[in-house]
């Protein structure tokens, strides 16, 4: 009799033992895949997120370049996607972006001999707060397109600035974005939509002689100074010209870390001329719509 309690005994153990090792090779491995391979998915995903709003704002741009074109008091409604959405079963990786309108965050002026004429908008801003990805801005700027990866910025989308003229002219179609009181910030998850109209459609083309030089103001100076010198480094044919592609009297384009500085250089006694037209679009972010 009391070999047998022994036994009964022992086999309890083992079944104890047993348990205990199956719970922890279980947990073991959980631990292992939430540290490991949950933060590898997180990422993957974040960066198919990010993918996914760069197209976005790709087809926002586009949208925007038709508007500036077909000048006529056109409503768009473009769809931006904020956050990722946890994976199942670990509860992990939901995310939070944020998408708005900043007030006269850019700001151009272009002066000649006797007069300085100055434009200003509002910017289209888009910012991810990733947890494994590396997080990114896209942002609207005046007919720009510019992907934003802290400190450093990329033109993503060429604006409405070229030459029209070899040697004579230059054409911008500034597009000034105005964010309605109320609706210009979202935080969250999910899709929002960014509600824009075109205001004072026939706005004609302004012509500025004898332009000694131009100054952007912008959180994104490298990103204008690639958009500028592409534009002048080419002709309406499209053939590169090294260095003086723009106008007989040449260029110079200098970059800070809150402006680019496009200055002409009168080597010839005359200057360029530019024709600039102001686009003037509403902006909300919104369901509801304030008319």
Not at 84 to 100: H, V
């Amino acid at each position: 009799m009391r070999m047998k309690k022994i036994k009964n005994s022992d086999d309890a153990v083992v079944g104890i033992v047993v348990t205990v090792l199956l719970i922890g090779l279980i947990m073991a491995a959980m631990v292992m895949v939430k540290t490991v391979y949950v933060p590898q998915w997180i990422e993957e995903k974040e960066a198919a997120h990010m993918e996914e709003v760069s197209n976005q704002f790709a087809m926002l741009k586009y949208a925007l370049d038709i508007q500036s074109i077909v000048n006529q008091s056109t409503a768009i409604s473009a769809t931006i996607t904020l956050g990722n959405k946890e994976i199942p079963f670990f509860d992990l990786g939901r995310t939070f972006d944020s998408l708005s309108i900043i007030e006269d965050s850019c700001t151009i002026t272009v002066k000649n001999n006797t007069v300085s004429s100055s434009y200003s908008t509002d910017v289209i801003k888009y910012s991810s707060r990733n947890l494994y990805f590396v997080d990114q801005s896209y942002v609207y700027e005046a007919g720009s397109l510019i992907l934003s990866q802290y400190p450093s910025n990329i033109l993503y989308g060429k604006p409405s600035f070229f030459v029209t003229e070899f040697g004579k002219n230059l054409s911008f179609t500034f597009v000034n974005i105005s964010g309605i009181a109320g609706r210009t910030s979202v935080s969250g998850y999910g899709n929002y939509p960014i509600y824009l109209k075109v205001i004072n459609p026939n706005n004609q083309y302004t012509e500025i002689n004898n332009v000694t030089d131009i100054t952007i103001v912008t959180n994104y100076a490298d990103a204008w100074y690639i958009a500028l010198n592409s534009s002048l480094m080419q002709s309406i044919s499209g053939f590169e010209y090294e260095g003086n592609g723009v106008s007989e009297v040449g260029y110079n384009i200098t970059s800070a870390s809150d402006r680019v500085t496009l200055e002409f250089i009168d080597s010839s006694g005359d200057y360029v001329n530019l024709f600039i037209k102001e686009v003037d679009i509403s902006a909300q972010i919104a369901f509801g719509l304030i008319e």
